[in-house]
């Protein structure tokens, strides 16, 4: 399994970004799928996932803020951030597990910055 993301970028606080994540090879039909974040000196942090059934679990810090939402047919994932602040900036990291796989994105900078 592949992960390819996009869509990072610099943005202005209280504005939106749009990250999207395409998985590729062998996807197995029940997997969840998912968005980190890692800033330099901390841990890796969940920021949302989603499972191959449409069941969706939050970080209670985007709550309200962000959307996580996938497409079975293609294998993509999206985060909608809205909202975002100073504090959101970090390296967001897409996420891909299913029995035998834990696959991890190149990753892509978020910077939230005026």
């Known amino acids: 399994v592949q992960l390819q993301a996009s869509g990072g970028g610099l943005v202005q606080p209280g504005g939106s970004l749009r990250l999207s994540c395409a998985a590729s090879?062998?996807?197995?039909?029940?997997?969840?799928m998912g968005w980190y974040r890692q800033t330099p000196g901390k841990q890796r942090e969940l920021v949302a996932s989603i499972s191959s059934g449409g069941r969706t679990n939050y970080a209670e810090f985007v709550k309200g803020r962000f959307t996580i939402s996938r497409d079975n047919a293609e294998n993509t994932v999206t985060l909608q951030m809205n909202s975002l602040q100073p504090n959101d900036t970090a390296v967001y990291y897409c996420n891909y597990r299913s029995i035998g796989y834990d696959v991890w994105g190149q990753g892509t900078l978020v910077t939230v910055s005026s």
């Open positions: 090879g062998s996807i197995f039909s029940r997997n969840v």
